[in-house]
């Protein structure tokens, strides 16, 4: 008896309308945040891409560890860029380049003044 009343539960919990009511909020969910979304994916996307390419370049003696890490942040940005650009307002392409122009010039200065100089400053 009880079984039966547990398979009555169930399935009265995955009836037809109720996963039709599920789809529908997923999909306005989807819907609603498909630019964060599609961001998320793209950064998963991009860094591996990018690691891929500094591991071919590397592989092959074309750079070297130095050098990687300034290609890294650039490389990463320059494909952030590219693919975001075809999903958004053309209204935001000035920002995400003057973000992008600042993520660069922002790594570059901790890279260079900023962390050498809070390594040297030892007690």
Do not use: A, C, W
């Amino acid at each position: 008896m009880k079984k039966l009343m547990n398979l009555k539960m169930l399935l009265y919990k995955i009836r037809p309308r109720n996963l039709d009511i599920y789809r529908r909020l997923s999909l306005r969910y989807v819907h609603r945040n498909r630019i964060t979304l599609l961001e998320q994916t793209l950064e998963i996307l991009n860094e591996n891409g990018v690691n891929e390419i500094l591991s071919y370049m590397k592989y092959n003696h074309i750079t070297d560890d130095t050098f990687n890490s300034y290609m890294y942040i650039i490389i990463y940005e320059l494909f952030q860029l590219s693919l975001l650009m075809n999903f958004t307002d053309e209204e935001k392409h000035n920002s995400m380049i003057k973000k992008s122009i600042h993520h660069i010039l922002l790594y570059i200065i901790f890279k260079e003044l900023i962390f050498p100089i809070t390594l040297n400053m030892r007690p």
